[in-house]
């Protein structure tokens, strides 16, 4: 399954990452896994891949995160994060045009896709005009 | 200027015989093509309030900004220890170390709090954040930080009111 809406989410024990551009984040002591996790961020057409299921004991970030196997999200910007720290990128041809950087993650693995929060706060503001 | 001082005349000053002491700061002008000298008084008092008021929002701007520096010095430096890591140059339990050191804790911060500090941040920076970017940086949750957008746009109008003719 694939979705691309802002906020749709991925989880498993290992995610396959594609972007062109990939960075981390701040690592956090997360008070959902218990534990340090490595928060990441994907930019310009990213990708994040289950490649490995939520283990049973693992608890979700969200219930409504897509779960099996083979699940993707696709975005513009995507933040997530790994129990464990991301693995070597490599690159490697993405589509016939463009190359792109691949990463995996270990561990319990979320990813979502996100827009700017400025973005954001114009269509709340929308709504609010909308509402009146 | 002119709002800021009250412009009095000398004779107005010299022919008030009850006035006890005063503490004034006085500001002597005269334009070019005028003849007139005038001189414009402010209470001291109100003069130092209102500095002391301007220095109060510029401490809190410069610890804004301060936390949006050290906030992207810590992502750079991470990130230059996780190129060393891919670059085999330090092991992974030398990089793990590394984020141990470099974490957070997540904060328990009431959305509430971090409403004005999200709304100043926009204002004073032209950087486009994430929800993730925020809560990395004011190390609160995720939750918290999209609850505190909700919340923003009816702060923005309270704190400049204008924005409701825009609005309607």
């Known amino acids: 399954m694939r979705a691309s809406a802002v906020g749709d989410s991925v989880e498993g024990n290992a995610l396959m990452l594609q972007c062109r551009k990939f960075s981390l984040q701040g690592p956090i002591k997360s008070k959902h896994t218990k534990g340090l996790v490595y928060t990441f961020k994907l930019n310009i057409h990213g990708f994040a891949t289950i490649t490995k299921e939520l283990a ?32 070597k990128e490599t690159v490697d ?20 896709v996100q827009i700017g929060v400025r973005d954001q706060l114009q269509a709340i503001q929308k709504r609010i005009e909308h509402k009146k | 200027m002119t709002d800021f001082f009250k412009t009095v005349t000398t004779t107005e000053l010299t022919t008030q015989p009850n006035i006890g002491g ?14 007139v000298t005038q001189i414009t008084t402010m209470e001291t008092q109100t003069f130092v309030s209102k500095i002391l008021q301007l220095q109060a929002e510029w401490k809190d701007d ?6 949006v520096i050290n906030w ?34 997540e904060l328990d911060t009431p959305p509430l709090a971090i409403v004005p500090v999200i709304g100043r941040l926009l204002e004073l920076t032209t950087l486009d954040y994430t929800s993730s970017d925020l809560a990395n940086m004011l190390h609160c949750s995720e939750d918290t930080i999209q609850e505190a957008l909700g919340l923003l746009p009816h702060h923005l109008i309270d704190a400049h009111p204008s924005l409701i003719e825009v609005l309607e």
């Open chain 2, 22 to 35: 005063f503490d004034v700061l006085a500001r002597v002008s005269r334009a070019t093509s005028s003849n």
């Open chain 1, 56 to 87: 049973e004991t693992s608890s979700k970030v969200s219930e409504d995160s897509l779960i099996n196997e083979g699940d993707e999200i696709h975005g513009e910007t995507i933040n997530g994060f790994s129990t464990k720290a991301p693995g």
């Open chain 2, 62 to 67: 410069v610890r804004l900004l301060n936390d």
């Open chain 2, 72 to 105: 992207q010095h810590k992502i750079n430096d991470f990130n230059s220890s996780y190129a060393a890591y891919l670059l085999e140059q330090i092991d992974a339990d030398e990089f793990d170390k590394v984020a141990e050191a470099l974490a957070y804790e």
């Open chain 1, 93 to 112: 041809h993405a589509t016939s045009t463009h190359k792109a950087t691949f990463v995996s993650t270990r561990g319990q693995s979320f990813a979502t």
